[in-house]
């Protein structure tokens, strides 16, 4: 059998050969892509702070104290529906109807994430008063009158009924009236919340790649004994000694042995890099640029020194992603309330902000005359009359999806 001639091969056997001008590309030692694993990361948790803390003060100022009065609007149109049911003047229809509305309300309410639990819990306790004070009153099932008079299958509101889409209106704040963003910022910013931080490998997707030796290698090792990875750096740092390890930099970084201007401007760079480093002990850039610009590791490090580097700086590295994680992940109302408004800069967060705290202003200003309304003659036949075209379109989808309630 003869072999292609676009294929080098071994022709004894058979084995693809590498072109002798192509090489591997040279990988970093272990110690740097842990290092920059680490830089990396450290990085992504400042962004990710600093972008919280932005979205939570422009959220607290703007939105927080319009949910708190949308909220309120809102629980208090429920008592008001409730006062019309106490004095049963409707018909057994209008009864029903009513019931289903106060009904659909609560459950609103429950999955209303900034309703304080006190005046949920309220909310409920009066509701369940009302229902038993209308079943002592006719002495009938509550449930079977409701079915009989309107033909709805009403079912008692109960605190821990499972919620659907049609019940929850709420989606943590972001009302269905709320002017949407793009889809494709939504899926962008669902995307990325979905993607990073999944592994615990370096989260970020512009750190080098991380083999299972750099991350856990040792992992056994080191929980067994307790690395203290503090302690390690501050050892290392007194053997290798900060101000050596600057001195030496400094004979090869400074600007002034430079002629050039473009690279008398990178070593004023690097040389800042170096102060800085000196001046905040961080040894794990010192050590960064020494490998960089002058060669491996310091010879003051033996190899068991080495091991003992490799070690802390993984646990270091372990430490930041589960900090990262804990970041992102540990409040799932504020992770959201965050990658709803923060793509973009300062601005774009701001009209975010400001479009929804204008559509909260509109739907409470709507629920204010609803409920102002609702004492006039004729309103609440009216709002009912609503209630049913409302109850009616649902139980026309719920029969051509199957849904059951």
Not at 40 to 49: A, F, G, H, I, V
Request: hydrophobic fraction near 30%.
């Amino acid at each position: 059998m003869s072999f292609s001639p676009l294929t080098p091969r071994n022709h004894r056997k058979g084995v693809a050969k590498t072109p002798a001008g192509k090489r591997q590309p040279h990988r970093p030692p272990q110690h740097l892509r842990l290092w920059e694993a680490i830089r990396l990361t450290r990085d992504e948790l400042s962004q990710w702070r600093q972008q919280a803390e932005q979205v939570d003060s422009l959220f607290r100022l703007h939105i927080l104290p319009r949910e708190t009065r949308f909220t309120g609007v809102y629980s208090a149109l429920s008592n008001r529906l409730m006062d019309h049911y106490e004095q049963a003047r409707l018909s057994g229809a209008q009864q029903a109807l009513l019931a289903l509305w106060i009904t659909d309300n609560l459950r609103a309410l429950s999955a209303h994430p900034f309703l304080a639990p006190e005046q949920r819990e309220a909310l409920v306790q009066r509701w369940q008063h009302v229902q038993v004070e209308e079943s002592s009153r006719t002495g009938a099932d509550l449930q079977s009158k409701s079915s009989r008079t309107s033909g709805s299958s009403y079912t008692e509101y109960d605190e821990d009924d499972e919620l659907d889409d049609d019940d929850v209106v709420f989606d943590f704040g972001w009302h269905k009236t709320a002017p949407a963003r793009d889809d494709q910022d939504r899926d962008d910013s669902l995307g990325n919340a979905k993607t990073d931080h999944h592994t615990d490998k370096a989260p970020s997707g512009d750190q080098p790649p991380l083999s299972d030796e750099d991350l856990s290698g040792n992992d056994g090792q080191a929980d067994n004994d307790a690395l203290d990875v503090d302690a390690k750096v501050s050892e290392l740092e007194q053997r290798l000694s900060i101000d050596r390890l600057f001195r030496q930099l400094a004979r090869v970084l400074h600007p002034d042995l430079e002629q050039d201007d473009t690279l008398k401007a990178e070593k004023h760079e690097l040389m800042s890099q170096c102060l800085q480093a000196r001046q905040n002990k961080d040894i794990n850039t010192l050590l960064t640029l020494y490998c960089e610009h002058i060669g491996d590791l310091p010879d003051d490090l033996s190899p068991s020194d080495h091991d003992d580097l490799i070690k802390a700086l993984q646990q270091q590295l372990r430490q930041l992603q589960n900090e990262l994680r804990q970041e992102r992940f540990a409040d799932p109302l504020r992770v959201q309330i965050i990658e709803r408004y923060s793509d973009g800069d300062e601005t774009q967060i701001l009209q975010r902000i400001m479009r929804h705290a204008e559509s909260l202003d509109a739907e409470t200003e709507l629920l204010n005359t609803q409920l102002s309304e609702l004492d006039s003659d004729g309103s609440l036949e009216q709002a009912l009359e609503v209630r049913r075209e409302i109850e009616l379109d649902r139980m026309v989808i719920n029969q051509m999806t199957g849904y059951t309630r």
